[in-house]
């Protein structure tokens, strides 16, 4: 049983009371909370030392990824994030220093965006660094943005470059709440999520929540600097596409909207935000599973994300 | 630096906004949602194997003890909750059985008390489980009872028994959420927290917070059955009285009301819970620290809670 099947076991028997709007399954969990106008956002998320940062990277851009991680879900809803706890387990004998560089790195990136810390706790875990961060966050009264709206005839958006995050993006990404929340208002969005394992992956969480297919346009996917730095490091490295695809860590925002809107969007994004990159990368289609489209015709893409390109 | 000075030292710089009622050093947050009637109270708690749990300890149990120490808080804040994120961090070649059982525990509780499990992740912390839960709740607005609400004259209570829990009550212990909300509906409840650390350091936490002093009757505080076992274990063992001042993780309610509803209040409990003891254990005064009585006269209590009794 690998993660996904165990979380989909998981979650089939939970316990939900009238309070659920959204349940597990999408970037927050929606819930009621007796606002006329608003509902909640709910979201958690946790950073692991030799997983998603390693004992060399400074402390402020460990708090930086953590927090930033959670609100990117609450960009995925286009909601606004409220307040967030933080939960420090600190290996033995850690420096309380670190400790401080951990948050102010997550203080500045909370200030920013608005967001009190409210409180959290520490507790010990003896061999490695391990940070849990709870979020909450609101959204407009049924306007938060879910995996499971896509149509068939959407076009595929997704913002900035993907691939290579790991030579540094991963640490100091800027979650994409702004363009979220102008998206939003601006345009019917009819699905959205953050690329965080990958675009081949979790495009298939939309498609598979919104029970459509999709067609990729080979060319079309904006491929990252780094992800082309890497691949030509060598005969054993990634191409860069597949990186593009497959190397999560992302974080930008991946969303449908019909296509009589995909170039009005196009437009108005250009002059909202000068310096991020919007690709129209494919279209929604019926059926099920991603195909890739290239200059050599249409072929499925692996089940996995992994694509054997020769 | 200690983790409560570092947490002092945190807290003293952390971003806020409009929303937040209560920041950290209360059971929970208090936050404002918008609501007219009611605030949201938001709290994280993280159980980690070997320190909270050990590898042999039932996965039910360790299920129900994630869940119940955030239920407890919510509790110490006379609050209803209503939804949890579950942050699962599994060990290598960790067997999907045992996950299940851990829901297994969580569930059987959430639905109890009527909570919603809306979802959460799952991620790798290679040496040792470690289960970190978010919750949400709510409280009539204003009336959140905290920690800093003791007042000069107050009489202090505390639910249940004290001491030896980790005999097996950790494990399995009920939280107070029905006592608190009818103790808090009933009677003007000053103060009121959980007793997590122990009474000794806990009660120190609404001292301090209030700026008052504490006389304890040391004849009135309810030693548990297994603290006294304990005690009898041999020359080495915690004396029964320490134990129930220093041992933590007892889960009951410690909070003060006003001397003229002392008597009113300890009838009406009779009345409404048969089975769950409340003690009267003594009253604030005014200074600072804790102070014990017993038939030789009163005597400073250590400042970390451990009493040096002959």
């Not at 060399?56 to 995925?76: F, M, N, V, W, Y």
């Not at 400790?99 to 875990?125: D, F, K, P, S």
Request: with cysteine; aromatic share 6%.
């Amino acid at each position: 049983m690998n993660e996904f099947e165990l979380i989909a076991r998981l979650t089939r028997s939970l316990p939900t009371n009238e309070s659920v709007v959204v349940g597990p399954g999408d970037d927050c969990a929606v819930i009621e909370c007796g606002n006329v106008s608003r509902q909640l956002l709910f979201k958690t998320d946790a950073v692991v030392e030799g997983i998603h940062f390693n004992t060399d990277t400074p402390p402020e851009q460990i708090g930086h990824k953590a927090l930033a991680r959670c609100l990117s879900d609450i960009a995925a809803m286009a909601g606004t994030p409220t307040a967030a706890l933080v939960t420090i387990a600190l290996p033995k004998n850690f420096d309380s220093k670190v400790v401080e560089r951990i948050y102010a790195g997550m203080n500045v990136l909370a200030q920013r965006h608005g967001v009190a810390i409210v409180g959290g706790e520490t507790t010990t875990n003896p061999e490695r660094l391990l940070i849990s961060i709870s979020l909450l966050g609101s959204v407009p009264r049924g306007k938060a943005v879910l995996r499971s709206g896509a149509k068939v005839g959407d076009v595929i958006f997704v913002t900035g470059e993907l691939g290579g995050s790991l030579a540094g993006k991963h640490l100091d990404f800027e979650p994409r709440l702004a363009e979220a929340i102008w998206l939003a208002e601006t345009f019917p969005v009819h699905a959205m999520m953050d690329v965080s394992d990958g675009l081949a992956g979790d495009l298939r969480h939309i498609l598979n929540a919104s029970g459509v297919g999709a067609e990729l346009l080979k060319s079309a996917v904006p491929i990252s600097r780094a992800a082309k730095v890497n691949a030509k490091r060598g005969d054993a490295a990634k191409p860069a596409f597949v990186a593009a695809l497959t190397d999560g860590e992302d974080f930008e925002l991946l969303f449908t909207v019909s296509s009589k809107d995909a170039v009005p969007l196009l437009d108005a994004w250009k002059k909202q935000f000068l310096n991020i990159k919007l690709s129209c990368i494919g279209r929604i289609v019926s059926g099920e599973g991603i195909r890739l489209r290239d200059q050599t015709g249409i072929r499925p893409l692996q089940a996995h994300g992994y694509v054997h390109f020769s």
